[in-house]
């Protein structure tokens, strides 16, 4: 029997290396072997550059790689909300989107797709799709995995969860995400270079590294701006996220049960303008659900409406 995607026969896609067959059942983020879809959006909250006017033409993918106690969107992560949408569907989506005035294709919580989108990207490629592609990852990928998606994809928007694996590893369920996402940062980097920008002031290509600040500073900030910092100089354009409140399981956590302090986000800029990052991202400080999507259950597929949704504010500070 042939099998489109061979490499799920026994999953190492992503760092968590389950070796699962997920044409037979699923891995460990419960994806199997089919993409699954949750709904599609233009969404105009995104970080300037790639919101523009138009929208980000956003893509919610089901499931994850990583089991964050007080993930935003636990309801498509964790429980897998969405329908099963094949390839050429998927490619259909990314083509609408750009019909309805997306500036851009982004792609949410794709690691555990990254076959079955790479595929959906060259079919929408093939059928005329021009704007970039996004991928709008949490970092705990494979350099190898990432090689695959050479020529594919445009930007890539990856966050950069934590400093420390012990703290990765008790709220993610992530062991060794530092250096795995050090590792996967230098491979985006190599294949796209410090994001830029077009004269319209929309991103065409490269990295813009996120930061969600957590409160208690479990995410390491400090160490997460400084290695950042380190490794890739002050060119490398960030944005510090502030939009974290306690959602899924994270009242179950005394230490993630409140939104961030304005003291505990006035410090993450602080650092990061003192350090002369040339290009940050920020946001406004509101913790609320009010700047989450609300997800149903799923769409069908191939005829998603398209819904708009506004999010949070960001602005930009350049040195």
Known sequence: MKFAHPELLACTICP???????????????????????????????????????????????????????????????????????????????LRLE??????????????????????IRLARAAGLSIPIVWNSNAYEHPETLKTLAGLVDIFLPDFKYAHGAYSRKYSQARNYPAIALAALLEMLAQVGFLQVSPAGLAAHGVLVRHLVLP?????????LYALHENFGPGIPISLMSQYYPAAEAHSHPELARGLSPQEY?????????????????QELAPSADWTPVFAPGITAGNAPITHFHGRKHNAQQA
């Open 99 to 120: 019909e309805a005035g997306a500036h851009n294709i982004n792609l949410v919580s794709p690691t555990q797709f990254t076959p079955q989108l790479a595929a959906s």
């Open 16 to 94: 968590q290396n389950c070796g699962a067959n997920r044409y037979l059942g699923t891995g460990f983020c419960g994806a199997g072997a089919d993409l699954r879809v949750n709904s599609c959006q233009l969404h105009h909250g995104e970080e300037p550059v790639l919101s523009g006017r138009g929208g980000s033409g956003t893509i919610f993918l089901s499931h994850c790689n990583l089991r964050c106690v007080f993930c935003q969107n636990h309801q498509i992560s964790h429980r897998g909300w969405g329908n099963t949408t094949s390839e050429a569907e998927c490619s259909q989506m990314m």
């Open 216 to 224: 208690n500073r479990i995410s390491g900030t400090r160490e997460v």
């Open 266 to 282: 006035a410090e993450a800029l602080e650092l990061a303008l003192s350090l002369g990052f040339e290009l940050i991202y920020t």
